[in-house]
T-cell receptor, first 113, second 111 residues
């Protein structure tokens, strides 16, 4: 049973470009969470999604950031017009049911030059 | 909202000694407290968790205790080994939603 998959593992973007981060949850998991981790810091909750629904986006910046989890395919975290401050590791986690353990992917390290 | 504080930020122990990491939380409604281990360049890995209806849980060399009244919980690692070296994160949430993480503890186990 494959774990949570994230790609790309590393992503370099110039200021102003768009970044698309993908997350495929574990098989059978329909709940996805996105977190951001700055160097030497803990993880900060961004958004919680179920298939085709955003449940909680209270941790996501109001501008430039969006997330989706379509009926088919991976969850996507999109960052438009990236700035240097967006440089971080972005992790997604999945769980089979609300209230169950979250299992993390290996993360995508975004560098904005 | 929930605020989780974690101490110490760094911890160095000799192989075979015990390591204790402590966390406090602010929201008395929080009822789920996982601990994650993160190795360099990898995602966090769940190592143990505890729910608010339990005071203590043990899994081999790892144990977690929870004091609901004081709103703090601790991770105990006994007989530490070099492979236990990593960054450990505590977290608190209500029903595993909107999980708030501590800032992390970098544990170094010296052989």
């Amino acid at each position: 049973n494959a774990g949570v998959m994230q790609n790309p593992r590393h992503l370099v973007r110039r200021r102003g470009q768009e970044a698309r981060l993908r997350c495929s949850p574990m098989k059978g998991h329909s709940h996805v969470y996105w977190y951001r981790q700055l160097p030497e810091e803990g993880l900060k909750f961004m958004v919680y999604l179920q298939k085709e629904n955003i449940i909680d986006e209270s941790g996501m910046p109001k501008e430039r950031f969006s997330a989706e989890f379509p009926k088919e395919g991976p969850s996507i975290l999109r960052i438009q017009q990236v700035v240097r401050g967006d440089s971080a590791a972005y992790f997604c986690a999945s769980s089979p049911l609300q209230g169950h353990e979250q299992y993390f992917g290996p993360g995508t390290r975004l560098t904005v030059t | 909202g929930e605020n989780v504080e974690q101490h110490p930020s760094t911890l160095s122990v000799q192989e075979g000694d015990s390591a204790v990491i402590k966390c406090t939380y602010s929201d008395s409604a929080s009822n789920y407290f996982p601990w994650y281990k993160q190795e360099l360049g990898k995602g966090p890995q769940l190592i143990i968790d505890i729910r608010s209806n339990v005071g203590e849980k043990k899994d081999q060399r790892i144990a977690v205790t929870l004091n609901k009244t004081a709103k703090h919980f601790s991770l105990h690692i006994t007989e530490t080994q070099p492979e236990d070296s990593a960054v450990y994160f505590c977290a608190a949430s209500i029903n595993n939603n909107d999980m708030r993480f501590g800032a992390g503890t970098r544990l170094t186990v010296k052989p």
